[in-house]
């Protein structure tokens, strides 16, 4: 049997970061703020199927932001929405909650550690996680900013499945990969809150050991579905926006959430919702002491913030 929802409001109160906060001294504080949400989540042992381990910290998180409301969507996914201007169509940040057990020997703790330039740990998706939690702080409170719906999945991961489904709860059946995105895109569009936009923020191997950022822009060659001529402008008005704003991003592609998220909020749909992917480089991939470079958490976690606070749109791209 399904749990049941878990609904928590919280009071209205002054953001962690207001719109506007600007100079080094900001920057840098905010930016060492984010650094620590990622190592907090992935110190945490959220494995595939054990997503819920990770519930208490992100409740704790979010609990003095003004407006805040967070669902539990089962079984997993947690739905974070942050208020903003009522005018604006929402967008969606998201990210995945799990981690694949490379340990089978259920510790307590996960190493992590911040070297000079990167953090080194199990930062798939830590990242992502830390990310949108952040931006969730930064945007609660803020003044003209569009509504956010931070989107935390389950069961992202394909791994656990594939390799040791022993070590996931029930040995893994009646769990598919990918079904937290699923769950929450269908969630939304059943209680009228489809976003106009999803921004999935994941890590990515592309760049080898080398520093970078990738951009997914083309969920429909990972799915199965026709973009219409409305999501085909959209996705490229928000390309160009982030181009804009981040000239060194490489457009690429890949299969995870991100893609998902494209196929349901898109099939079928009287209204297109661009699903676009930001991703730092790690490396090595899917194992413990994964690095990702600190330039590049800044790179996203600005690209992010300069998309939120450039948006405007008031209604969904029409079909």
């Known amino acids: 049997m399904a749990k049941p929802e878990i609904r928590l409001t919280f009071p209205r109160e002054r953001g962690i970061f207001a719109l506007g906060d600007v100079g080094a001294v900001c920057r840098e504080n905010v930016m060492s703020r984010v650094v620590d949400l990622i190592q907090q989540v992935a110190e945490i042992p959220s494995f595939s199927s054990l997503e819920d381990r990770l519930h208490p910290w992100v409740y704790l998180q979010m609990a003095k932001l003004p407006g805040v409301t967070i669902e539990r969507v089962p079984e997993h996914n947690l739905l974070i929405s942050v208020p903003g201007d009522p005018r604006l169509a929402p967008i969606a940040l998201a990210a995945h909650l799990d981690k694949i057990d490379h340990w089978g020997t259920s510790p307590e703790r996960l190493p992590c550690q ?41 069961m992202e991961e394909s791994y656990g499945l594939t390799h040791h489904p022993e070590r996931l709860v029930a040995g893994g059946s009646g769990r598919q990969c990918g079904q937290g995105a699923v769950r929450l895109s269908r969630h939304l569009k059943e209680t009228g809150r489809t976003p106009g936009l999803v921004v999935t923020i994941d890590t990515t191997p592309l760049f080898q050991g080398e520093p970078g950022v990738a951009l997914y822009a083309a969920p429909w060659e990972e799915e199965p579905f026709s973009p219409g001529a409305a999501l085909l402008r959209g996705t490229a008005d ?60 800044e790179r996203v976690e600005r690209a992010a913030q300069g998309l939120v606070s450039s948006w405007t749109r008031t209604r969904h791209w029409s079909v």
Do not use: K, M
């Open 114 to 154: 911040q070297q000079s330039d990167r953090l080194v740990g199990q930062l798939d998706d830590a990242v992502g996680v830390g990310i949108c939690l952040g931006l969730a702080q930064w945007g609660a409170g803020a003044v003209g900013l569009p509504p956010l719906l931070i989107l935390l999945s389950e």
């Open 238 to 297: 928000i390309c160009d926006l982030l181009q804009s704003l981040d000239g060194g991003l490489r457009i690429a592609n890949n299969s995870n959430d991100y893609a998902t998220y494209g196929l349901e909020f898109n099939r079928n749909s009287l209204f297109a919702v661009p699903s676009i992917a930001l991703e730092p480089a790690i490396s090595p991939y899917h194992c413990p002491s994964e690095s990702v470079f600190l330039r590049d958490i």
